[in-house]
């Protein structure tokens, strides 16, 4: 006999097992339909982590600025572990922010 409890109710029978499985499965569809949805207000623009030489080049600006200003939390960034990275569209918009 496997460990399934299951009863019949006047709907028929019912699984509270399965019922807490479909719980789950919405709360992962509403948490990636909300990603989705921030995704798409970023103005079109799909989130792409660059590195601190990517965002100098993209920027126009030297290296040393992008780790100085990072060092002084003066532009967002992403440590992934020993690595940091950054969304060029946070560094525009707090660069606006901070004029």
Known sequence: ???TFCF???FGLFNPQALLGQAIIDAIRNVVEEAIRKAAAANGHPTELLTAEELADKI???L???YEQSGQNNIPNHRIGR???FDLQEVI???KVNR
Do not use: N
């Open 1 to 3: 006999m496997s460990g």
């Open 8 to 10: 019949v109710s006047t």
């Open 60 to 62: 126009k600006v030297p």
């Open 64 to 66: 040393s600025w992008v």
């Open 83 to 85: 690595y940091i990275r």
């Open 93 to 95: 918009a707090s660069q």
